[in-house]
């Protein structure tokens, strides 16, 4: 509990340098481009219509809203892929700050894991739209989707910080984790239903990544509240990534000069 409030008095005292790192993020990622922020919630939308396009007359049979099904799960997955890509190196680009001044070092890890959830927040948007156009049925249990959102970002961002730290001794894992990333990707029924991977189905389970994408799309299209079990499950995976994340960083952080 003592190290738990020391992180929290870290943070609050760095709020501002927070703050300003997430900005930053946001106004580079976006310079010189003409519609800007818009394309957060454009891009997703021009992704899941080409993937519509593509694999609806395979996988949509059994599937209402097909489009919103799509959408969801590229959301989902953009919160979990930006989190972990963009933490991964937040480290190494913030060196130069690093070896002046003294700063927290989870700071720059956790930072680009809020630019992706503003990001994604963005992108909302659009499903929100999208919804609308569809004519899907809206309730007060869609906002629930703020849980496996939640649990989502937490997973991310406690791989983020074991990707950071490690990334720093081994610079080869950059390539290692876009590799695994996109076999991830495949992996988490993005644009298909669990069912067509038949006997093999239950594999999906010791999924992370769809545990969450599923959680989000059982509250938006068929108005089921996580239950008990789904929330303890979700916690229990943020909250053990989490531990080993910071764990990590914390036992390696001191010899992080030597590599810079």
């Known amino acids: 509990m003592t190290k738990i409030k020391a992180y929290l008095a870290d943070l609050y005292k760095f709020r501002f340098l927070l703050s300003e790192l997430v900005k930053r993020d946001l106004v580079v990622k976006y310079k010189r481009s003409i519609l800007g922020i818009l394309w957060s919630v454009l891009q997703p939308l021009f992704i899941m219509g080409v993937m519509v396009i ?21 959301i989902m997955w953009d919160l979990f892929s930006q989190t972990t890509m963009y ?19 989870y700071i720059f890890p956790l930072s680009k894991s809020l ?3 503003v990001n994604v927040s ?11 156009i569809l004519q899907v049925p809206f309730s007060l249990k869609m906002l629930g989707v703020v849980f496996p959102v939640a649990y989502m ?23 290692l984790f876009e590799v695994l990333l996109s076999a991830w990707m495949y992996f988490s029924a993005i644009f298909y239903t669990p069912d067509i991977l038949g ?38 995976l943020g909250t053990v990534s989490m531990a080993l994340g910071l ?14």
């Open 54 to 74: 593509i694999f609806s007359q395979v996988f949509n049979s059994s599937v209402p809203y097909y489009a919103i099904y799509v959408l969801i799960g590229k």
């Open 87 to 105: 933490g991964m190196n937040s480290i190494l680009d913030g060196s130069n700050l690093i070896k002046k001044v003294y700063i927290p070092k």
């Open 115 to 117: 630019t992706a959830l």
């Open 122 to 132: 963005l992108s909302s948007i659009g499903l929100f739209v999208l919804m609308i």
């Open 153 to 175: 970002f937490l997973f991310g961002l406690g791989m983020a910080y074991i990707l950071a730290t490690f990334v720093v001794f081994f610079r080869d894992l950059n390539y």
């Open 199 to 236: 006997r093999f189905e239950y594999l999906l389970s010791f999924n992370p990544a769809f545990r969450f994408i599923d959680m989000f799309r059982n509250i938006v299209l068929y108005q089921q509240l996580p239950t008990l079990n789904d929330h303890l499950i979700g916690l229990a």
């Open 247 to 260: 764990l990590a960083l914390k036992k390696n952080q001191d010899k992080f000069i030597l590599y810079f």
